[in-house]
């Protein structure tokens, strides 16, 4: 094993202090010592300058989505002005659908009913005379006994269709009316329309009641 002379740099290193080794350090690493604790301002600068662009950014496109709605960007689309066109329904239509969904159950699709329990539509009376009666007995239900084409029914009451008290259904006016064209232009009666107009004028001329009876829309007009 060598001897360690005096002049030996390893001798000299080991008995410097920790300051003058941190300075050759970082004279060694290019860079001056950060005594004031000084920062650069640079990095802050950018970091609240794309911050603003990205609330700016956020805050256009909320105002100006219209929603994300496709039609808005339609190159193709047509101006409606503000205004929507409603397509108008065929009542006839709307009619025949809402009687087979509700009313064939116990009319039949055919319009002849049950034989000594529901009455038939077909060549009615009822469907084809008043066109306010006929909407009293929808609206407003019936019930007792009814004579129809000489044959008295009395088995079941006509439920509630109308938007009053005691409704199972609350069927709006112009469904009623819907109805009531069709059941009157089919099964072999030729009955003139009914409007929702018609409708409408009955509904706010009787307002919630009970239900009719034979008697009572018999004294009618």
Not at 7 to 28: I, W, Y
Not at 91 to 117: I, S, Y
Not at 138 to 163: D, I
């Amino acid at each position: 094993m060598s001897d360690l002379t005096p002049k030996d740099p390893r001798v000299e290193q080991a008995g410097a202090s920790d300051e003058s080794l941190q300075a050759a350090h970082e004279k060694l690493l290019g860079r001056k010592p950060d005594d004031g604790a000084h920062y650069k301002m640079l990095p802050l600068v950018l970091l609240f300058v794309f911050s603003g662009l990205i609330f700016y950014a956020g805050t256009y496109l909320n105002h100006y989505s219209a929603r994300y709605d496709a039609t808005v960007f339609d190159e193709n689309g047509h101006s409606t002005k503000g205004v929507t066109a409603m397509a108008k329904v065929d009542p006839m239509v709307l009619g025949k659908k809402n009687f087979e969904l509700v009313c064939a159950t116990c009319h039949q699709v055919t319009g002849l009913g049950v034989p000594g329990v529901y009455p038939p539509l077909a060549e009615s009376e009822w469907v084809n005379g008043s066109e306010e009666r006929l909407i009293r007995i929808v609206l407003h239900g019936l019930k007792g006994p009814v004579s129809v084409k000489g044959t008295v029914y009395s088995a079941a009451a006509m439920p509630v269709f109308g938007k009053v008290a005691g409704s199972g259904y609350n069927w709006s006016d112009d469904k009623i009316a819907a109805v009531l064209t069709y059941i009157r232009a089919s099964f072999g009666n030729k009955a003139p329309a009914v409007t929702s107009e018609q409708v409408a004028a009955i509904h706010a001329k009787e307002g919630d009641r009970k239900e009719w009876s034979a008697e009572e829309l018999s004294k009618l007009p």
